[in-house]
T-cell receptor
Framework: DAGITQSPRYKITETGRQVTLMCHQTWSHSYMFWYRQDLGHGLRLIYYSAAADITDKGEVPDGYVVSRSKTENFPLTLESATRSQTSVYFC????????????FGNGTRLTVT | GENVEQHPSTLSVQEGDSAVIKCTYSDSASNYFPWYKQELGKGSQLIIDIRSNVGEKKDQRIAVTLNKTAKHFSLHITETQPEDSAVYFCAAREGSYIPTFGRGTSLIVHP
């Protein structure tokens, strides 16, 4: 099915562990984004990518790493998880055509203990 | 950079009433203004959008208005139903540049 999927849906990890959140889209959209959503802060951009092998920092990139070797995949890695990274993470994609909406995945709820 | 303010943060209405959510933006170059609805446990979905060459757009019970001079746009939901309860986000975007989101409005529709 066409769409954007995130995995896992839920993840519990311990402080200091490395965690990778996966995002896959089937539209061949050029743009992909990672957001975190916390109460009172709305959606905050972590990283984005304009195309394969092109990534850039967003508003809150510290502690996160991304890669985009293929257009359809945009994994987000927490190199050494901290409790402050407990959040709901959303991946999104967008066409490059001007004035296009974002298409969001259903999110990954991450808890760092 | 762009800054988007969204109000109110919480909106409680009775079923059948109208609901209005307002957003202001700072960058006059923004030309695309989508609204997203996020239901519990799900990702945000586009419900309506408006481009800068249009002042108003309607889709059944939902409408969006845009005032470019004042740099604000609003979401109007008429005849609200319990299934309209969700978090709503506005956003502003210039072409294919990175969109800027408001902080969200939690709409609660009481039966």
């Amino acid at each position: 099915d066409a769409g954007i999927t995130q995995s896992p849906r839920y993840k519990i990890t311990e402080t200091g562990r490395q965690v990778t959140l996966m995002c896959h889209q089937t539209w061949s959209h050029s743009y992909m984004f990672w957001y975190r959503q916390d109460l009172g802060h709305g959606l905050r951009l972590i990283y984005y990518s304009a195309a394969a092998d092109i990534t850039d920092k967003g508003e809150v990139p510290d502690g996160y790493v991304v890669s985009r070797s293929k257009t359809e995949n945009f994994p987000l890695t927490l190199e050494s998880a901290t409790r402050s990274q407990t959040s709901v993470y959303f991946c999104a994609s967008s066409d490059t055509q001007g004035q296009s909406p974002l298409h969001f995945g259903n999110g990954t709820r991450l808890t760092v203990t | 950079g762009e800054n988007v303010e969204q109000h109110p943060s919480t909106l409680s209405v009775q079923e059948g009433d109208s609901a209005v959510i307002k957003c202001t933006y700072s960058d006059s170059a923004s030309n695309y203004f989508p609204w997203y609805k996020q239901e519990l446990g799900k990702g945000s979905q586009l419900i309506i959008d408006i481009r800068s060459n249009v002042g108003e757009k309607k889709d059944q019970r939902i409408a969006v208005t845009l005032n470019k001079t004042a740099k604000h746009f609003s979401l109007h939901i008429t005849e609200t139903q319990p299934e309209d309860s969700a978090v709503y986000f506005c956003a502003a975007r210039e072409g294919s540049y990175i969109p800027t989101f408001g902080r969200g409005t939690s709409l609660i529709v009481h039966p």
